[in-house]
């Protein structure tokens, strides 16, 4: 068996997040760590601009009324946090469908406005008993990368159909195969038996049409509609559940949705929720044990590290210091206090991807001798600055 560390311990040495005593399941993210969570932030933002979705920011604390119209608080309340403010009951949302819905309801819809995508990176509170928690994988406090997509029923495959190519493409750029599995009809299901075997022919041709495998997770959906779940395996052959795209006939009868449609008349739009990895803070975890800290270089918190042979070349380290970070890569200089090899240790351990020597003969040369996975090379820096620029934009 090959050594392998917890994302705690990995998270401490890197300097990446903690936890606390005083806030069960729920990290205290550090800079180094920020750096990963922005960097996928920033992922999930560009992918979801190209697709065309719209980002919202909706209320962390709402009136339990709300979650009485939406179901949840008949079903959920034992794993919400409510408490009492000026007389009143409110709640930590769990979830960030029922005010997605209320943004929607803000303005009459047009079967022309359809599909509208609302994407919200919300934060969300479930009350987990104290005794689960464990590190990132088990918190009560997490950040989704949450979509909610209103949809004419003529639309669900297409969206279903797009929704398959975003996760293949996010997952492709991080080397992780994905299998995909479609949950059908529960033996406890809400609506219309008709309506949930249409939904399930369409998701079933949304899959084909994207020649995506599949198994069949027969009584495994949710109990208001059909889903597709996306299993992950990482590198220790673990299988990840991370994320589902769930279709809903639930939410928009209870709130009462509508769009006109083209002869001016109300119909139901449904709704599709969705999430790429689900929760930044289990992604972050699993990402950390799959990678144990060696991160790809566009998401690695320090991606190159300076490391001046002696005093005489602080300058010239300097310089180069600069360089890479006016082009917007993340770098340190381990100062000439501790040996060289012990410098150089220092970096592996902290397995930054790129550890740069500059020594006299590098100074000279206007160079670099650059450590990359066990092999060294001297290069110019422009050359060095070009190449990382490339690797970082492909995320490779
Ligand atoms: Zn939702």
Redesign the pocket.
């Known amino acids: 068996m090959s050594e392998h560390k917890d994302h705690r311990d990995i998270g401490r040495k890197l300097d990446l997040f903690s936890f606390h005593e005083v806030a069960p399941g729920a990290p205290f993210w550090h800079h180094k760590g920020m750096v990963i969570f922005k960097e996928l932030e920033k992922y999930i933002r560009e992918l979801q601009d190209k697709n065309n979705y719209q980002e919202i920011s909706t209320p962390i604390m709402v009136k339990k009324s709300l979650f009485e119209k939406s179901g949840h608080w008949e079903f959920f309340k034992q794993n919400m946090f409510n408490f009492d403010v000026e007389n009143e009951i409110y709640s930590l949302k769990p ?3 029922p005010e997605s819905a209320l943004v929607y309801q803000t303005k009459i819809r047009s079967y022309r406005d359809l599909p509208l995508r609302l994407a919200e990176l919300g934060r969300l509170h479930r009350n987990e008993l104290s005794g689960v928690l464990g590190g990132l994988f088990r918190v009560r406090q997490f950040t989704m990368d ?1 979509a ?1 997509i209103y949809c004419r029923q003529d639309q669900i495959k297409s969206e279903f159909t797009s929704i398959l190519k975003m996760t293949e493409e996010f997952y492709k750029k991080l080397g992780l195969p994905v299998s995909y599995g479609l949950a059908t009809r529960p033996e406890k299901a809400m609506g219309d038996k008709k309506l949930w075997d249409e939904a399930e022919i369409i998701l079933k041709e949304a899959l084909k049409d994207t020649g995506l495998k599949y198994q069949i997770l027969k009584g495994e959906g949710a109990f208001y509609g059909p889903k597709i779940h996306f299993d992950i395996k990482d590198s220790l052959g673990r299988t990840w559940t991370l994320a589902t795209a769930q279709l809903d006939f639930q939410i928009p009868e209870r709130f009462e949705l509508e769009y006109i449609d083209e002869n001016g008349k109300p119909q139901r739009p449904a709704i599709i ?1 969705r999430a790429i990895f689900g929760t930044f803070e289990r992604f972050i975890g699993m990402l950390t044990e799959h990678f144990q800290g060696a991160f790809p270089l566009w998401l690695a918190p320090v991606q190159t590290v300076l490391i001046p042979v002696s005093e005489k070349q602080k300058e010239y380290a300097e310089k180069i210091y600069n360089q890479l970070k006016e082009n917007g890569i993340r770098t340190e200089i381990y100062e000439s206090g501790e040996t060289l090899p012990k410098r150089i240790r220092e970096a592996e351990l902290q397995k930054i991807p790129y550890i740069l020597v500059v020594g006299k003969k590098e100074e000279k040369n206007e160079s670099i001798n650059v450590r990359h996975k066990n092999k060294e090379t001297e290069i110019k820096i422009e050359e060095l600055i070009e190449k990382l620029k490339k690797e970082i934009s492909e995320k490779k």
């Open positions: 979830m960030n469908c949450d909610h929720h």
